[in-house]
């Protein structure tokens, strides 16, 4: 499981995941700077504990997302043009989380 909080962590995931999973990334994470910055610069925005993005790793990972419906908000496919994305949103702490994984490994 790997966690995004801010840009440099974002950054840091080239070359560990596919170029088209990280730019997919990218453009989440602009949205989420976009709707909860409070005015400060792209490079000093950091996300929440409760809203910072996670990615999961491996079908383990997956599963327990599966088990425990509980906090789950909503599961939906992203299909980009050579990978499927799956996206969670979990109810934490009155935010949404989002999870990411690819569709059939990582």
Same mark, same amino acid.
């Given at each position: 499981?790997?966690?995004? @909080?801010?840009? +440099?962590?974002? /950054? $840091?995931?080239?070359? =560990?995941?596919? /170029? &088209?999973?990280? @730019?997919?990334?990218?453009? =989440?994470?602009?949205?989420?700077?976009?709707?909860?910055? $409070?005015?400060?610069?792209?490079?000093?925005? #950091?996300?929440?504990?409760?809203? $910072?993005?996670?990615?999961?790793?491996?079908?383990? =990972?997956? !599963? !327990? %997302?599966?088990?425990? +419906?509980?906090?789950? &908000? %909503?599961? =939906? &496919?992203? !299909?980009?043009? @050579? #990978? +499927?994305?799956?996206? #969670?949103?979990? $109810?934490?702490?009155?935010?949404?989380?989002?999870?990411?994984?690819? !569709?059939?490994? +990582?």
């Amino acid at each position: 499981m790997k966690r995004i @909080q801010c840009l +440099t962590d974002l /950054n $840091n995931l080239s070359g =560990e995941i596919s /170029n &088209e999973f990280l @730019q997919y990334l990218n453009t =989440e994470f602009n949205c989420l700077y976009e709707y909860l910055s $409070n005015g400060e610069e792209l490079d000093n925005f #950091i996300l929440g504990i409760y809203q $910072n993005m996670v990615i999961l790793e491996g079908d383990d =990972e997956i !599963k !327990k %997302f599966s088990i425990n +419906t509980l906090d789950l &908000e %909503f599961i =939906e &496919e992203v !299909k980009l043009s @050579q #990978i +499927t994305i799956i996206r #969670i949103g979990l $109810n934490c702490d009155e935010d949404i989380q989002l999870h990411y994984a690819i !569709k059939g490994g +990582t």
